[in-house]
């Protein structure tokens, strides 16, 4: 049983290493959708930034507000869907800026400040892959040592239980003492 035992926190372990080296690779993915998702925003802005660089001293708020005004019902919703097109490209450009701020915030921005529509995106279309630099490693080998850690725990903690209540249940509230 004990060999069994042995194998089974191996496995843990190398079951922890291989989840962990997956970390950087979605990390990767996320930043590079999100830097696609900014680039196709600014392209979709770009001829009514034009617009508002010759007509507006290059507001784009303006450019909006003035379709907002019109009189006519489409060029009205034309300027809802400016201002929207703009919120959102300063909001991924905002995003794109924070991922790349220190080596640390691409995993802080993806895993606790995610853009949540780009994220889900990428977890739906992750494909697995090894990236073995550095960070895979150090986060493989940490992942397996904090699930074998955990493993172990668990099986302590449920040895040292079942040897309380076997002795609960033979009278003893001191493990290891006769009654």
Same mark, same amino acid.
């Given at each position: 049983m004990r060999r069994v035992a042995e194998y089974l926190r191996l496995v843990t372990f190398v079951a922890?290493? /291989?989840? @962990? *080296?997956? /970390?950087? +690779?979605?990390? #990767?993915q996320y930043g590079k959708a999100l830097q696609a998702h900014q680039r196709e925003s600014a392209a979709s802005l770009r001829e009514f930034q034009d617009d508002a660089e010759r007509y507006f001293g290059g507001s784009l708020e303006r450019l909006a507000e003035y379709y907002r005004s !019109?009189? #006519?019902?489409?060029?009205? %919703?034309?300027g809802l869907s *400016? +201002? %929207?097109?703009a919120q959102r490209n300063e909001a991924l450009t905002r995003a794109v800026s924070r991922f790349y701020r220190s080596p640390f915030s691409p995993y802080v921005q993806?895993?606790?400040e995610p853009v949540d529509e780009i994220r889900r995106d990428v977890i739906e279309r992750y494909t $697995?892959?090894?990236? /073995?630099? @550095?960070w895979a490693i150090g986060f493989g080998l940490l !992942? @397996?040592?904090v699930c074998a850690l955990v493993l172990e725990l668990l099986w302590g903690g449920t040895a040292h239980l079942t040897r309380r209540? $076997?002795?609960? %249940?033979? +009278? !003893?509230?001191?493990p290891g003492r006769p009654t």
């Open positions: 922890g290493v /291989l989840v @962990g *080296i997956q /970390l950087p +690779g979605f990390v #990767d !019109s009189p #006519d019902e489409v060029f009205n %919703a034309g *400016i +201002g %929207a097109l993806t895993l606790l $697995y892959t090894v990236v /073995l630099n @550095g !992942s @397996g040592f209540c $076997y002795h609960l %249940a033979k +009278g !003893s509230n001191r």
